[in-house]
């Protein structure tokens, strides 16, 4: 087993890369030394974007580098990139040489115990299922990225891998969800909700109604049954379960509320002098507290229930949500999260 | 007929009622000569809140009142009150002498124009249905609230009345919002977009798979294609069409991120003495941006495709808000909406 957690990432992937992308690689490994990245790109790019912080990217263990970062990064060369706009599965399909698939290949090999990428939802989401695979047991991987609520973050589980989902789906997402929770993001007997139209039983579509009783049942999860749209910000549960459809709208209208509501306080602020000079007294403060509310603070989202780890990270991500990405790969690693999914899973199914 | 757009009002309905569902009804009656409006509910009650104004709700035709809005004012006795909990086909079915039940059967036997209650949701839909019943050739009668948007607002249908709804339903949510939005909101030519996850044709659920050719082909309405949640608060589409549990989590999303935002912002003013300062000189300004993106400014949701108006005003309406969802009976009625929405619908038919 190697010292490492070794965490592939996408150099090629997304607005910012690969600048944005490598910088918060360095900037993971300088704030943990139980990280080693392989960036996966075009070589000479990677490298030239790395001699801006001293390093080679060449193995230490074959270099003569005195600096230790050395050992905690590698280059691995891929010449193609995969485009937002590409078909998915057409993507993964010609592109073999590309950063996502060379990426997802060193997970599925061994490798890697994770792979970081900030590219293409759908090549990531179609290359998870087919290059890195599935946990056996476990029927469809969910997108399940973090959101923040009034008094913390909320894990909205699933959100665009999966449409048009079963009811046995959303029991898995609720399990996973339930463990990523506890033991990554640390929340102790995690609050469980199903999405819903009402907070009576009865309430809801075929699918949630098909889903309530069997989310009743399950024992090793805390649910606490229906929860409205609206109270997903104030933190009414700490997982979030819903079909992809429904999640990704509810992620979309977070970040569409909040963006024209930030913009309708900035411009009143602007609108006469006396708010202008309020305006600027008000700032800094508001600033910081907006920041708890900003979608983009939480790094990456998991996609769960493969055979190792994938992390989405937003296509706009800079350093920071990339080096957050990169960490969040500890304690999941750590804290043997597939290994808990495993069990969960294989359990209900011995029933 | 009658020279009045006569409009029957719940009375009983909402968490203010009666004080600020009679003071809603007459300040209707004072912004305009049009309206009649018939107070159903418990008669003492009613009368008692009447006297504040001086009005006593008798009949002008037999009273001897000198006050020249007795004659837009009449009370209709109803002694049953319909409870928000209370399930609402059996309560429809059981409390034949409730506010809801008798402003629907004025509705149906043609002696009002229109019925607006801030009651229980359930009940307006379950009585706009089997009292009032459906336009021949309207399959499901869509709910359908105003939305506030960066430039202005927007309608999303459907919202709360149809879950699991067909694609042939989702057609003519279309054609009815469109015609709504163009003759009583005055929006010219209203672009009608399709909620979806991602802007390109081939993504989506089934049923907006299947839905989306269909609006396609349609040659009375204005069809742009997809628009992901994220773009509704920015006005990308003036007649957002989803399915209703979709509709729901949209128009719960706004409430609970933009009150839970609203909330930080505030938190944000108050940490320090020079934000607090400017707070003051900025709460006037920012006050009058906000407001034009609170939902509750937008009066009463239609409840579209039945043989009369049926609107649904929020539970916790204020008098504003009562009043503006009475005056929007008088466009729904000059512009003829149903009779467009019958020719729209039967011209599809017969296709």
Do not use: W
């Not at 592939?8 to 944005?20: C, I, S």
């Not at 590219?119 to 991987?141: C, D, F, H, Y």
């Not at 609108?271 to 202008?276: F, H, N, V």
């Not at 509310?293 to 055979?307: K, M, R, S, V």
């Amino acid at each position: 087993m190697s010292e490492f957690v070794n965490v592939a990432v996408d150099a090629m992937g997304g607005d910012n890369a690969p600048g944005e992308v490598v910088k918060g690689a360095i900037e993971a490994i300088q704030e943990s030394n139980k990280i080693k990245v392989f960036l996966v790109g075009q070589k000479h790019v990677i490298e030239g974007e790395l001699a801006k912080y001293g390093l080679s990217g060449n193995d230490s263990s074959t270099g003569q580098s005195g600096n230790g970062q050395e050992r905690q990064v590698e280059i691995v060369d891929a010449s193609q990139v995969i485009e937002t706009a590409e078909p998915p599965v057409a993507a993964i399909r010609s592109k073999k040489d590309s950063s996502i698939v060379k990426g997802m290949k060193l997970v599925k090999e061994g490798t890697c115990d994770a792979f970081v990428s900030a590219g293409s939802t759908g090549a990531v989401l179609v290359g998870g299922q087919v290059l890195v695979g599935r946990i056996k047991g476990v029927e469809r991987p969910p997108l399940a990225p973090v959101i923040p609520t009034a008094n913390g973050c909320a894990l909205l589980i699933d959100c665009g891998a999966n449409v048009d989902a079963r009811a046995s789906h959303l029991v898995q997402f609720a399990k996973m969800g339930s463990i990523y929770m506890e033991h990554v993001m640390g929340v102790k007997n995690p609050k469980v909700g199903i999405v819903n139209i009402g907070a009576e039983e009865e309430k809801g579509n075929a699918l949630v109604k098909e889903t309530f009783p069997l989310l009743k049942e399950c024992s090793d999860i805390h649910f606490i049954g229906s929860v409205e749209a609206r109270d997903i910000p104030a933190g009414a549960a700490d997982v979030v379960v819903c079909e992809a459809f429904v999640g990704n709208v509810i992620l979309k209208m977070y970040e569409g509320v909040g963006g024209i509501l930030i913009e309708k306080v900035k411009a009143g602020m602007m609108t006469t002098l006396r708010s202008k000079i309020g305006a600027l007294l008000v700032k800094p403060a508001l600033k910081k507290t907006l920041k708890a509310f900003d979608l983009e603070q939480y790094g990456g989202a998991p996609l769960l229930g493969l055979n190792g780890l994938v992390v989405k990270t937003h296509g706009s991500s800079k350093s920071v949500e990339v080096k957050n990405s990169i960490l969040q790969c500890i304690a999941f690693q750590e804290q043997k999260i597939n290994d808990k999914i495993k069990e969960q899973i294989t359990r209900k199914e011995e029933v």
